[in-house]
């Protein structure tokens, strides 16, 4: 079992800055991929980026050159840095692990099993 915390969100204003953290515990991560989710109301939970047990980094569409992941194995701890954050950016932003050791696949969304609580992050004009 993997138990995942975020920190990190808030209130913020276009074209502002602001970084997420999330640190899992339970079990070895390194083998895992995980990422940043987010979901905005009335919308479904979508891929903001994660990053893969290889150290790949993949990035949604809408945050590609605005957002950087990283991750720390030694610490369990996913860093999300977001830039010239936008209205559309205000969402829950979910913390993730994937539930397969070395999975081939850390696009998929349904193989992230386990969930933090998540963090809103609310970007004003």
């Known amino acids: 079992q993997v138990q995942v915390v975020e920190s990190g969100g808030g209130l913020v204003q276009a074209g502002n800055s602001l970084k997420l953290s999330c640190t899992a515990s339970?079990?070895?991560?390194?083998?895992?991929?995980m990422g940043w989710f987010r979901q905005a109301p009335g919308k479904v939970r979508e891929l903001v980026a994660v990053?893969?047990?290889?150290?790949?980094?993949y990035y949604g569409d809408s945050v590609k050159d605005r957002f950087a992941i990283s991750r720390d194995n030694n610490k369990n701890t996913l860093t999300l840095q977001m830039e010239r954050l936008k209205t559309e950016d205000t969402a829950v932003y979910y913390c993730?692990?994937?539930?397969?050791?070395?999975?081939?696949?850390?696009?998929?969304?349904?193989?992230?099993?386990?969930w933090g609580q998540g963090t809103l992050v609310n970007v004003s004009t």
């Open positions: 993730a692990a994937h539930g397969q050791p070395d999975d081939l696949d850390p696009l998929g969304i349904g193989g992230y099993v386990y």
């Open positions: 339970g079990r070895t991560l390194s083998r895992l991929h």
């Open positions: 990053v893969a047990w290889s150290g790949q980094a």
